[in-house]
Nanobody, 126 residues
Framework: QVQLVESGGGLVQAGGSLRLSCAGS????????MGWFRQAPGKEREFVAA????????LYPDSVKGRFTVSRDNAKNMVYLEMNSLKPEDTAVYYC???????????????????WGQGTQVTVSS
C-alpha cells in the first residue's frame, strides 16, 4: 500500500508556471507507475500524465503535451508535475495516483489507479 500527499498548487496567471509535488510513502514506491489526474468543478476526473517506474517513459494527453512534464525521484519517493504555459482551462484539483499493483504499463484511465492523494488546487486566472 502507498500513501500520497500532493503540494505546490496555487493561483497563477495565464501563461505562468507551477510545479506540483507528490510525496509517496513506503519502500516499494519505485515499483509503481505513477499518474497525475485533475478534476474541474462539474467535470469528470481526467488523465494528465503518467510516468514509468524508472522515469524513462512518460505519457500525456494532447491537451497538456508540450506544456506539462512529469518526473520522479525514487530515492526521495517523489513525483513532480511541471506545468508551463498554463491556461484558465487547466484550473482544477490535481491528484497524484498509483495503481493497485506493481510493474504495470503506463496507465491513462482513472479506474486503473487505486491509491490517491488528497489533491491540490490549481487556479489559473485569465
Amino acid at each position: 500500500q502507498v500513501q500520497l500527499v500532493e503540494s505546490g498548487g496555487g493561483l497563477v496567471q495565464a501563461g505562468g508556471s507551477l510545479r506540483l509535488s507528490c510525496a509517496g510513502s513506503g519502500r516499494t514506491f519505485s515499483m509503481y507507475v505513477m499518474g497525475w489526474f485533475r478534476q474541474a468543478p462539474g467535470k469528470e476526473r481526467e488523465f494528465v500524465a503518467a510516468i514509468s517506474r524508472s522515469g524513462g517513459s512518460t505519457l500525456y494527453p494532447d491537451s497538456v503535451k508540450g506544456r506539462f512534464t512529469v518526473s520522479r525521484d525514487n530515492a526521495k519517493n517523489m513525483v513532480y508535475l511541471e506545468m508551463n504555459s498554463l491556461k484558465p482551462e487547466d484550473t482544477a484539483v490535481y491528484y497524484c495516483a498509483a495503481p493497485a499493483t506493481y510493474y504495470t504499463p503506463l496507465l491513462d484511465h482513472v479506474g486503473a489507479y487505486s491509491y490517491w492523494g488528497q489533491g491540490t488546487q490549481v487556479t489559473v486566472s485569465s
